[in-house]
């Protein structure tokens, strides 16, 4: 009788992203829905695989297969595991790329008014190009915010909020006293709106997760901040490392974090901790100004005072509610690079 082998699986980290146009309840956080039967049914009935796609680089393929892992994507996000006796070697790196799966993910998606432009540019020693992004940003755990203690602890992907600074520009995410607000047009004198308490929140993706970009001396023409995604030199015209030229943003994981062991996955030997560090990616939606028209012949009948945010539910189940794409950018009439307000218009 031949001899049956069974091999145990530990998950070795999870990632859930949450894309907050498909979760909150109108103004109301989902986390924050009194409720308890609806959120949990909010929950249940998101996939954000309709929303993302959330793949490994090739490299991280190779890792995984190298220690017999499995990769899963699932409705929450992303789950690697692998098998219960795997020694993970502490100097690797898992990186994961994120791309739209919704045509229409930019349109109610804070932060995707910044360009991201693609853009080459030339080592002017050897030649080599070197493909940048713009205005992508990198989440991981080395840099994460958390929130709590203990095993409540919540294990944020993006970086501390900061206070405004010059640079920050419409729906960027900033931070006064305690309060965290989302920009609605640029500076000067940026109208905003309170989001909530830092301590309350989660950790959204935010302008400070977008790395800036060092590009060979000499050269011209790289943007200040965002990714490279591949180098091609004239010995080896192939792209590395294979950044695909679409993706929205990058997570990059590390076994062990040395100021903050909660993040870290691995113990100092290699093995797997127990239990499983799940990290969180938190998307923020748009907020823009209702401005409604006659339908009939497009004259503004009437404009609210302040901005609401585009949700799929509680904000856009209603006749007189925006639709996600019927977005428009007002910008100042002496200076057309500066956004004044984002309005959405209605016709009633």
């Known amino acids: 009788m031949g001899e049956r082998l069974q091999t145990v699986f530990l998950r070795l980290f ?3 992203v949450f894309h907050h146009y498909w979760l909150d309840e109108g103004a109301v956080e989902f986390s924050a829905i009194a409720d308890d039967e609806a ?18 680089s090739a490299g991280t393929v190779q890792l995984i297969a190298g220690m017999q892992g499995i990769f899963r994507a699932t409705g929450l996000g992303i789950v690697v595991a692998v098998p219960q006796r795997t020694a993970v070697d502490l100097d690797s790196t898992f990186e994961f790329h994120v791309r739209a799966a919704a045509f229409d993910y930019t349109a109610y998606t804070a932060m995707t008014l910044r360009p991201q432009t693609v853009v080459d540019v030339a080592d002017p020693a050897d030649g080599t190009i070197h493909r940048y992004k713009a205005n992508v940003p990198v989440l991981s755990n080395l840099t994460g915010a958390g929130r709590g203690n203990g095993a409540a602890k919540r294990l944020f992907l993006s970086t501390e909020y900061a206070g405004s600074t010059a640079g920050d520009g419409v729906e960027a995410l900033v931070t006064s006293g305690n309060q965290v607000r989302q920009l609605t047009g640029d500076p ?25 970009v060092v590009p060979p001396a ?17 010995v080896r015209p192939s792209e590395t490392p294979g950044v695909p030229p679409d993706v929205v943003a990058i997570i990059r994981l590390a076994p062990r974090r040395s100021d ?23 998307l923020r939606n748009r907020w823009t100004t209702r401005r409604y028209r006659n339908q009939r012949d497009g004259s503004i009948t009437s404009a609210d005072a302040s901005p609401t945010p585009l949700t799929y539910f509680g904000n856009e189940g209603t006749d007189r509610s925006p639709r996600a794409d019927a977005l428009a950018v007002e910008r100042d009439s002496n200076d057309p690079t500066r956004v004044t307000q984002l309005i959405s218009e209605i016709y009633v």
């Open 260 to 282: 903050d062991n909660a993040f870290s996955f691995a113990n100092a030997n290699g093995t797997v901790r127990t239990p499983t560090r799940v990290f969180e990616m938190h």
């Open 188 to 212: 000067p004198g940026a109208p905003f709106h309170v989001l909530g308490a830092r301590s309350e929140l989660p950790v959204y993706v935010h302008q400070g997760d977008v790395p800036a």
């Open 218 to 234: 000499g050269s011209t023409g790289a943007p200040p901040r965002g990714v490279e995604l591949a180098t091609i030199t004239r």
């Open 39 to 56: 959120r949990t049914s909010r929950l249940l009935t998101y996939d954000v695989r309709k929303v993302l796609v959330v793949e490994p």
């Open 14 to 16: 999870e990632v859930r």
